[in-house]
């Protein structure tokens, strides 16, 4: 049988001038903002849904408020089965929107992520039913990692990488994909903001802590545990863990917006603002690898919303 197309589109390398000049080093940006569903998140959870309904899968459930939602309920529409999509009570409408206009079914159980997992791991039960992790998952690192390949074959070798964190689905596929190219050497920056620092705590830990509750503005960050498998990876790869304010992210967000005609979310904000910020960690490094994962929960009246949450308007 001929192998199915992937689902994610390929993105493009950005050579930015406006980011060079900020950081005084040359800047690569990896576009997962131009998914069409706003970020990268449909590498990972299309390869797990194309490969469950490969197996036999007929129905697809996911938790999440967020991209990885959104990504399963598009990663079905263009399978051809239904979705069903858990989410928390803290899910803005504009979402739930835009899971249902992809033709999913949007549940809402549970005040948290975590309630809502529960809840998506009891319905998908069933044998035909496929659950999608929105982080915790091999297929979904090896999805991810996908970036990295089409990076290399855009672009140089970087210096440094640099990377949000969450669950730590995304910093597990890329350093999967860092390994495959033959760039282990290639340091990871890890990039979390102020109360969604999980990855930053376990770390500092030496092993996973699970966070009392998110406090950023930066919901997507917001997972309270990262996966087991993101501190076995950053263990044996070079990694540096950095953790920014939600002012800096939503400063950053605002400054790429004007700089790139580009919205995204805090989440990748975070990330952005390690390089506006001129971090010293990415000195000497060039080309610095950004990846700009996006975020569909992104709109020009949220990006005023966060700017007054910040104090910057
Ligand atoms: C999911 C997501 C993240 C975090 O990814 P993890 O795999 O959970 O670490 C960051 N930014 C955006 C836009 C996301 O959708």
């Not at 979705?83 to 009570?89: A, C, D, E, S, T």
């Not at 140089?156 to 689905?169: L, Q």
């Not at 000497?284 to 709109?299: D, E, F, H, K, T």
Request: aromatic share 4%; charged share 25%; proline share 6%.
């Amino acid at each position: 049988m001929k192998p199915r197309a992937p689902l994610h589109e390929r993105t493009p390398l950005w050579d930015s001038l406006p980011l060079a000049e900020a950081c005084g080093a040359r800047v690569l940006l990896k576009m997962e903002a131009l998914q069409p569903i706003g970020s990268f998140k449909l590498r990972g959870l299309g390869a797990a849904a194309s490969d469950a309904v490969e197996r036999g899968a007929r129905r697809l459930v996911a938790s999440s408020g967020g991209n990885a939602g959104l990504a399963a309920a598009y990663s079905g529409r263009m399978l051809g089965v239904p979705v069903l999509v858990v989410v928390p009570r803290t899910t803005p409408e504009a979402m739930r929107a835009r899971i249902r206009a992809e033709g999913a079914e949007v549940v809402e159980h549970g005040a948290a992520w975590d309630d809502a997992h529960a809840r998506a791991l009891e319905l998908a039960r069933d044998p035909a039913t496929a659950y999608l992790h929105p982080f915790d998952d091999p297929r979904i690192w090896t999805g991810h990692a996908t970036l990295v390949d089409e990076a290399r074959e855009q672009g140089p070798k970087p210096g440094a990488v640099v990377v949000a964190v969450g669950g730590g689905g995304l910093c597990c596929g890329l350093i999967e994909g860092l390994e495959r190219a033959g760039w282990s050497d290639v340091p990871v920056l890890a990039v979390e903001t102020a109360g969604a620092d999980s990855f930053a705590r376990s770390r500092a830990a030496g092993r996973v802590v699970e966070l009392e509750s998110i406090t950023s503005i930066a919901t997507t960050l917001g997972a309270r545990r990262v996966a087991e498998e993101l501190l076995a990876r950053t263990r044996r790869h070079p990694t540096e863990s950095l953790v920014v304010s939600d002012r800096e992210a939503v400063e950053a967000c605002e400054r790429f917006a004007a700089d790139h005609r580009v919205l995204v979310e805090p989440a990748c904000g975070a990330a952005l603002a390690a390089i506006y910020c001129r971090l010293p960690f990415l000195e000497g490094r060039s080309p610095i690898l950004a990846v700009v994962c996006g975020g569909a929960g992104a709109s020009p009246e949220l990006l005023a919303r966060w700017k007054r949450a910040v104090g910057l308007a």
